[in-house]
T-cell receptor, first 117, second 115 residues
């Protein structure tokens, strides 16, 4: 069964350092997402990406964040200068285009646990 | 502001009985609702969905009910099994309202099914 894969599973970084979280979405999916879940809190939407550009972003997704699809298969989330409060589980997800299919659910990866020290 | 609310952080049910998980939403633009199940150290897994043109959708032991006037949906699991023990997230999207499909999640309800 196709799945979304994320690497690494756990990343520890020093405050102020840049991190790149990697995702390989399901191959025929066209919409890509990043979500995060701070420990004990709800899953929060960060950004959606379609046709090589950001479709929507939340207010969490400030200038420190960026996304890229560098090679047609990977989808990356970069945090330029990490803060302690960026520590969270980051989930990548992908889906078929909404409004074009009955099955518009997003499929999630296993997540990357980011710990900023 | 919490657009999707799951007011019960936890629920404990005996095996074989019905589990009812509730979710309320505030944004009337939401037109597509989903339930995800999450085990520790794993990503959310899609369970079942319902669009706003329906009031019920059933898939095996799982049924989702939507009450648009009350802005309320519920997930029924019957019969409940110990393997159903997980955190259940309600999510909503405004697909037909112009959103690109990003999901707004509730905080989750931890379901424990006791043998």
């Amino acid at each position: 069964e196709p799945e979304v894969t994320q690497t690494p599973s756990h990343q520890v970084t020093q405050m102020g350092q840049e991190v790149i979280l990697r995702c390989v979405p399901i191959s025929n999916h066209l919409y890509f997402y990043w979500y995060r879940q701070i420990l004990g809190q709800k899953v929060e939407f960060l950004v959606s990406f379609y046709n090589n550009e950001i479709s929507e972003k939340s207010e969490i997704f400030d200038d420190q964040f960026s996304v890229e699809r560098p090679d047609g298969s990977n989808f990356t989330l970069k945090i330029r200068s990490t803060k302690l409060e960026d520590s969270a589980m980051y989930f990548c997800a992908s889906s078929l285009p909404p409004r074009q299919t009955k099955n518009t659910e997003a499929f999630f990866g296993q997540g990357t646990r980011l710990t900023v020290v | 502001d919490q657009q999707v609310k799951q007011n019960s952080p936890s629920l404990s049910v005996q095996e074989g009985r019905i589990s009812i998980l509730n979710c309320d939403y505030t944004n009337s633009m939401f037109d597509y609702f989903l339930w995800y199940k999450k085990y520790p150290a794993e990503g959310p897994t899609f369970l079942i969905s319902i669009s706003s043109i329906k009031d019920k959708n059933e898939d095996g032991r799982f049924t989702v009910f939507l009450n648009k006037s009350a802005k309320h949906l519920s997930l029924h699991i019957v019969p409940s099994q110990p393997g159903d023990s997980a955190v259940y997230f309600c999510a909503a999207s405004a697909i037909y309202g112009g959103s690109q499909g990003n999901l707004i999640f509730g905080k989750g309800t931890k379901l424990s099914v006791k043998p």
